[in-house]
């Protein structure tokens, strides 16, 4: 497969005009995005607001410069996100607005309105064909399917399930409604820690499908117990556990999550001609923005990369990253040439990249541009 272009602006600021503003603008132009977004283009810039209680989303004054440049095309820009599967500040639309609000994203910091893709509860979606092995079709939120043009703004960390999150997630669990993202998690089934467990019952009242109820334990203790086959891997419960006596059974098939979230990925980019990809990899964390709190970073800050490929954006990312110092009062505490393997060994990250290539949407050779 013909190599793609990776555009990379490092962190470091060697002169009074060598700011990130600048920077922001040398990969705008450099993938030709005057030429992509046009006057009057309503355009969906999908970025992550962050969990309430997160502080390591992407800085809302870097969004907003990418904002100022497509209104200077004469653009009608949004920007947008999708309602979670757990429990938290961004479940339904009200509450991320009010999230994105709190964290710095507003209109009149961004310059903007705010449009939850797939409305009010998450159930606003549009179906689009993909025909691959995992699904023969995927839910799109409405706003983003409806929306002329695309671009995405993801913040490069690591992930417990994915390996690393990027562009190709943000394309996928990032762009799709709730049901999207329970037919991407169908394969995870939560675990009670009976010790932990206080029978509080509020897991049982907010689980969507009826898949907990009481039992016991052998001393009589009342805990909650799951119908593992009623349960459709939503993550409510572990959302809705303030004791923290819920945890995913990690002994899953992580290859398949990874396929399932490249074909989405697939689907989002089926609705356009063309999107261009921003990935800021500051602040690059053990864990993803969707908790609601942010570990120390495990690498030094590295800059900013884009392309209008995801898939050699991220391997662009990984490779970077593994290239990376790594910042030894973090959750990583040895050095490595893999880090995302030393921090996950049960993850094999390599292969949402590999399979993402297999289905077409981008390539894992890449060309790279310091600019």
């Known amino acids: 497969m013909k190599k793609s272009k990776v555009l990379f602006t ?12 600048n920077k922001i603008e040398k990969i705008w132009n ?17 970025v992550h607001f962050g969990e309430r ?3 390591t989303f992407i800085k809302p004054h870097y969004v907003a410069h990418i904002i100022k440049l497509l209104k200077a095309n004469g653009c009608k820009p949004f920007l947008t996100d999708t309602a979670t599967l757990y429990a ?14 709190k964290h710095g994203f507003s209109y009149a910091t961004m310059g903007c309105p705010i449009v939850i893709a797939d409305g009010l509860y998450g159930r606003n979606s549009e179906t689009v064909k993909i025909d691959k092995k995992n699904f023969s079709e995927v839910s799109i939120a409405s706003g983003i399917f409806e929306a002329e043009k695309l671009l995405v703004i993801s913040h490069f960390k690591f992930h417990e399930v994915t390996g690393f999150g990027g562009a190709i997630k ?16 169908s394969d995870f089934k939560p675990r009670i820690e009976s010790k932990k467990c206080v029978a509080c019952g509020y897991c049982i009242k907010n689980c969507p499908v009826k898949a907990l109820s009481f039992g016991s334990v052998s001393s009589g203790r009342k805990i909650a117990q799951l119908d593992s086959e009623k349960c459709i891997g939503c993550g409510e419960c572990l959302g809705n556990c303030r ?22 990925a697939l689907g989002t980019t089926l609705t356009k001609e063309k999107i261009t990809y921003f990935n800021f990899l500051e602040s690059i964390t053990p864990l993803c923005d969707c908790y609601g709190f942010s570990d120390a970073h495990i690498v030094p800050d590295l800059g900013i990369m884009g392309s209008i490929d995801p898939v050699s954006l991220d391997k662009a990312c990984c490779d970077i990253v593994n290239d990376a110092p790594t910042n030894l009062n973090s959750r990583l505490k040895e050095e490595s040439d893999d880090k995302f393997t030393t921090l996950f060994p049960d993850v094999n990250w390599r292969h949402k990249i590999e399979y993402s290539e ?3 949407l981008g390539s894992a050779e890449y060309e790279l541009k310091t600019i």
Not at 170 to 176: D, E, K
Not at 178 to 185: D, I, T
């Open 10 to 21: 490092p962190r470091r600021e060697l002169k009074r005009n060598d700011n990130y503003m």
């Open 358 to 360: 297999n289905i077409g």
């Open 30 to 46: 450099a993938l030709g995005c005057d030429d992509i977004y046009k006057k009057r283009d309503i355009v969906a810039v999908k």
């Open 88 to 101: 938290g500040g961004r479940t339904n639309a009200v509450d991320h607005i009010e999230t994105a609000m």
């Open 243 to 264: 004791y923290l006596a819920i945890g995913f059974d990690w002994n899953l098939p992580y290859e398949n999550i990874m396929e399932k979230i490249a074909e989405y």
């Open 53 to 55: 209680g997160n502080s």
């Open 170 to 185: 943000n394309l996928s669990m990032g762009c799709c409604s709730r049901k999207g993202k329970l037919e991407m998690h």
